[in-house]
């Protein structure tokens, strides 16, 4: 037997290694597929596999490579990676050497998502001052999601085991997909009409592509005029959308929503145990203290002495009634003495000496007003000079061609001045 001809499995290998090395097209491939298997090496390699609906290829990207990268990769991820196909001798498995990768699709979605967001936070969409708070003790919650599925079925039976006095409303809507933003807003809208205490709305988690209706527009101003408080569940805890920041409050998850608006009832039921003993203490001290108070006002020396307390009484009215009588008597002698005084006064023994005296005190006073009245020397002649119903006092008051008025005893003359001249006290006049 020939055994030549037989290649041993490393001689194949290594050929076929040599092979793929020297294939000008598997030098640098664009592969797109979904993450699986995802580790990451303490030296910082990352070792996966790329998959599809078909296959499946092991891929490896060195740490060198993988601090470019500006997302963490991880199981699930969709991703677009450049690098080179080769064979992994040991294994005899061909793999890819990643180096470069990007998040499919996530470009463009991660550009529309922040700038919407910086547009709606613009606008005061998020500001703290609008959230409402959510009620402690909630009866009535509306739930936003799809009518099946994990989401639904953790937030009832959280609800149901936590707190089973709570009624819950279910909106169905539809979660993922084109025409979700629209049914998603019109829900939202409908609930707000039940007079509901709060809303959860969100679904299960999935890619960014399912999540993006929750990013939508139309989605995050519904949630910011609905009038009910409204809980953002979407995705999971790692997954941010802009309706958890629209949202009075945002869960990490579904589930994690439903524990946050209702309370545990074993929690209640701890708490009003709690408010029965504080309860039963308070009341049990409020009694204590007043028995005490009973007791103090039952040995005080008032109620065992009343008769005491009332010629205390007694002889404190006696010392009022004897200060009045005093005061008034006081008063009475003062206004007798006043009165006693004013009869003995000038003005009803001798009222007519105060007449005469009156009398004489009123003829001075008008023969002074007389002789100090300027009009009287109108009487011997004179004539007082005025100019615009002002007295005229001294020549440089007037001028040429002013009319100057002259007050006489029996009326006035009107003139105009022709010359002002000034002379002697003998010899003064004035042309007019």
Request: contains cysteine; proline residues 3%; charged residues 25%.
């Given at each position: 037997m020939n055994q030549s001809k037989y290649l041993t499995i490393g001689a194949l290998t290594k050929y076929l290694k040599y092979k793929f090395d020297h294939d000008e097209h598997l030098q640098k491939v664009y592969l797109k597929g979904e993450i699986s298997n995802f580790k990451e090496h303490q030296t910082g390699h990352m070792y996966f596999s790329l998959k599809d609906e078909q296959s499946k290829i092991n891929a490896i990207m060195f740490a060198s490579s993988a601090k470019k990268l500006n997302f963490h990769p991880k199981n699930g991820d969709k991703v677009l990676v450049t690098g080179r196909v080769t064979v992994y001798e040991i294994t005899g498995s061909y793999q890819i050497y990643v180096e470069d990768m990007e998040e499919d699709g996530i470009g463009n979605l991660y550009i529309a998502f922040e700038k919407l967001k910086k547009e709606l936070a613009k606008e005061g969409l998020f500001d703290q001052k609008y959230k409402k708070p959510i009620p402690k003790i909630p009866t009535k919650i509306g739930i936003i999601t799809a009518p099946v599925g994990a989401a639904i079925k953790d937030i009832l039976s959280t609800i149901h085991r936590r707190f089973p006095l709570c009624e819950t409303y279910l909106f169905p809507c539809l979660v993922q997909g084109e025409f979700a933003k629209e049914d998603i807003a019109k829900k939202i809208k409908q609930a707000d009409q039940f007079h509901l205490d709060c809303l959860i709305v969100g679904r299960g988690g999935g890619s960014i592509e399912d999540l993006w209706p929750f990013n939508e527009e139309i989605v995050a101003r519904?949630?910011?005029?609905?009038?009910?408080?409204?809980?953002?569940?979407?995705?999971?805890e790692i997954d941010f959308t802009i309706a958890d920041f629209v949202a009075d409050l945002r869960a990490p998850t579904p589930t994690g929503a439903a524990e946050m608006v209702v309370p545990n009832r074993l929690d209640l039921q701890k708490m009003l145990y709690q408010y029965q003993i504080?309860?039963?203490?308070?009341?049990?001290?409020?009694?204590?203290?007043?028995?005490?108070?009973?007791?103090?006002?039952?040995?005080?020396?008032?109620?065992?002495?009343?008769?005491?307390?009332?010629?205390?009484?007694?002889?404190?009215?006696?010392?009022?009634?004897?200060?009045?009588?005093?005061?008034?008597?006081?008063?009475?002698?003062?206004?007798?003495?006043?009165?006693?005084?004013?009869?003995?006064?000038?003005?009803?023994?001798?009222?007519?000496?105060?007449y005469q005296k009156s009398q004489e005190q009123l003829k001075t006073a008008l023969v002074k007003l007389h002789l100090l009245n300027p009009l009287n020397v109108l009487e011997r002649g004179y004539a007082i000079p005025y100019m615009e119903n002002k007295i005229i006092t001294n020549l440089q008051e007037v001028k040429k061609g002013d009319l100057v008025s002259f007050q006489m005893q029996e009326g006035k003359i009107l003139s105009k001045v022709v010359e002002v001249k000034e002379e002697t006290y003998d010899e003064t006049r004035t042309n007019l």
């Open positions: 519904a949630i910011f005029a609905c009038q009910t408080p409204i809980v953002s569940a979407v995705g999971h504080r309860l039963q203490e308070s009341i049990l001290k409020k009694i204590h203290i007043q028995k005490i108070k009973l007791d103090t006002l039952a040995n005080s020396f008032v109620l065992k002495n009343p008769s005491f307390q009332y010629e205390t009484k007694k002889q404190y009215i006696d010392t009022l009634m004897e200060t009045l009588r005093k005061d008034i008597s006081y008063r009475l002698d003062m206004t007798k003495n006043k009165w006693d005084h004013i009869k003995e006064s000038v003005i009803f023994k001798t009222p007519e000496v105060l």
